[in-house]
């Protein structure tokens, strides 16, 4: 009997190496990650359906409507969620979802699906917190003290989530959130058919 797959909800702030990780975790193992869908406008080659659901703001009106996303946000004028379908139709097929999103984000999910795992990935302090984003080379030193600003607050919503997990090293960190998912996955309140499978009823 195949078992329906878990939600891993991954949040942190920027520079915390979620993306990286995330990356590990698909090489490993076989993670399928959502797709968002998103009112903004394909960029370069992204393709429908492999980069975002790409949807008019009207459609993605009809999705919220009709609670056809886990959770969204507006950013600089575009909207993004998750799209409730395409997560559960993943975890029925018994393939583990990885959601990458924000604080907001993972604490809606959580409510509509409490089983979720919430982890939060963090670097080991706020110094390499820095170094990381200013080795980045992408911002000036105001955006990094930003973004250093917004990893405090986000700090605040430590204690809703299941899990910390330090990012000293990505392997470590990969490995820890491994270790997660195989704990999670040997749950009593998670295998509650074991009885009847022991039994020969399944």
Same mark, same amino acid.
């Given at each position: 009997?195949?078992?329906?797959?878990?939600?891993?909800?991954?949040?942190?702030? @920027?520079? @915390?190496?979620?993306? /990286?990780?995330?990356?590990?975790?698909?090489?490993?193992?076989?993670?399928?990650? @959502?797709?968002?869908?998103?009112?903004?406008?394909?960029?370069?080659?992204?393709?429908?359906? #492999?980069?975002?659901?790409?949807?008019?703001?009207?459609?993605?009106?009809?999705?919220?409507? %009709?609670?056809?996303?886990?959770e969204?946000?507006?950013f600089?004028?575009?909207?993004?969620?998750?799209?409730?379908?395409? #997560? /559960?139709?993943?975890?029925?097929?018994?393939? =583990?979802?990885i959601?990458?999103?924000?604080?907001?984000?993972?604490?809606?999910?959580?409510?509509?699906?409490?089983?979720?795992?919430?982890?939060?990935?963090?670097?080991? %302090?706020?110094?390499?917190?820095g170094?990381?984003?200013? =080795?980045?080379? /992408?911002?000036?030193?105001?955006?990094? =003290?930003? !973004?250093?600003?917004?990893?405090?607050?986000?700090?605040?919503?430590?204690?809703?989530?299941?899990?910390?997990?330090? %990012?000293? /090293?990505?392997?470590?960190?990969?490995?820890?959130?491994?270790?997660?998912?195989?704990?999670?996955?040997?749950?009593?309140? !998670? %295998?509650?058919?074991?009885?009847?499978?022991?039994?020969?009823?399944?």
């Open positions: 009997m195949k078992k329906q797959g878990l939600l891993l909800i991954i949040s942190g702030p @920027s520079g @915390s190496g979620k993306g /990286t990780i995330v990356e590990q975790l698909k090489a490993k193992e076989d993670f399928s990650v @959502s797709i968002s869908a998103t009112t903004r406008a394909p960029r370069g080659a992204e393709q429908d359906g #492999v980069h975002y659901f790409f949807r008019t703001k009207e459609e993605f009106q009809h999705m919220i409507d %009709n609670q056809e996303l886990l969204w946000a507006e600089c004028g575009n909207r993004y969620g998750t799209p409730r379908t395409y #997560v /559960t139709e993943k975890m029925m097929q018994g393939q =583990n979802v959601l990458e999103i924000e604080v907001q984000g993972a604490l809606q999910v959580k409510k509509l699906y409490p089983k979720g795992i919430l982890i939060f990935l963090v670097p080991p %302090n706020l110094e390499e917190l170094r990381r984003l200013t =080795n980045r080379g /992408t911002e000036d030193k105001e955006a990094i =003290n930003r !973004r250093i600003h917004r990893a405090l607050e986000e700090m605040e919503f430590v204690q809703e989530y299941d899990y910390v997990v330090i %990012n000293d /090293t990505i392997e470590q960190a990969t490995e820890d959130i491994l270790s997660i998912v195989k704990a999670e996955s040997m749950k009593c309140s !998670r %295998n509650k058919e074991i009885k009847k499978i022991f039994k020969g009823e399944i």
